[in-house]
């Protein structure tokens, strides 16, 4: 069984200050990890994804995640926010063996203050 | 190019109602996801198909809720004898097995509200 722990609640943030959002994972097996976006009142939309490869993994808007192994991380992060970053952000994670479920963290509400 | 598709977008039903919500995946996708988030949570895995054999489904889901997916294409969730611990947000999502990117798509859910 897989299990993810997003630390951080809620994170504000001041615009166009860099920004990391925290994710931890436990597995017995390898995984694959993702990141989500969910907008109010929205669904899940992909930022990124680590299936194996480069650690350092570049997605949209401006995101970009690192895997690390040894502490079982897979970090979001972004240099400059903008308001349209407003959001609830969650960590997923699934077995290497092809799709399967997600399991997701808890999220975090990332807050961008003018 | 279309999106996952959820109907309807909200539902409001009383305690003991029937409800049904409906998934139509992205075309050509063979696997299909139900999930469900409450306020302040992460997104729980319900159950998923592929094609139309549904292959797993978790412990969340009790004897009241069935899912469907008759000709490997959209798919229902149905709740009977709904009680207010139901409300939450279903979600679908889909992905295409065999690419072996394992990406799952999401649609924008459905929001039930049971009074």
């Known amino acids: 069984a897989q299990s993810v722990t997003q630390l951080d609640s809620q994170v504000p943030v001041f615009e166009e200050a860099p920004v990391e959002l925290r994710c931890n994972y436990s597995?017995?097996?390898?995984?694959?990890l993702f990141w989500y976006v969910q907008y109010p009142n929205q669904g899940l939309q992909l930022l990124l994804k680590?299936?194996?490869?480069?650690?350092l993994v570049k997605g949209i808007n401006g995101f970009e995640a690192e895997f690390n192994k040894s502490q079982t991380s897979f970090h979001l992060r972004k240099p400059s926010v903008h308001i349209s970053d407003t959001a609830e952000y969650f960590c997923?994670?699934?077995?290497?063996?092809?799709?399967?479920?997600?399991?997701f963290g808890t999220g975090t509400r990332l807050t961008i203050i003018p | 190019d279309t999106g996952v598709s959820q109907d309807p977008r909200h539902k409001i039903t009383k305690r003991g109602q029937n409800v049904t919500f409906r998934c139509d995946p992205i075309s050509e996708h063979n696997r299909l996801y139900w999930y469900r988030q409450t306020l302040g949570q992460g997104p729980e895995f319900l159950t998923y198909f592929q094609n139309e054999a549904q292959l797993e489904k978790s412990r969340l889901l009790s004897d009241r809720f069935s899912a469907e997916r008759p000709k490997g294409s959209f798919s229902t969730l149905e709740i009977q004898r709904t009680e207010q611990g139901d409300s939450a947000m279903y979600l679908c999502?889909?992905?295409?097995?065999?690419?072996?990117?394992?990406?799952?798509?999401f649609g924008p859910g459905t929001r039930l509200t049971v009074l």
């Open positions: 997923a994670v699934t077995p290497n063996f092809g799709n399967e479920k997600l399991t």
């Open positions: 680590y299936l194996s490869g480069s650690t």
């Open positions: 597995s017995s097996v390898s995984v694959y």
């Open positions: 999502a889909s992905s295409f097995l065999g690419q072996g990117t394992d990406t799952q798509y």
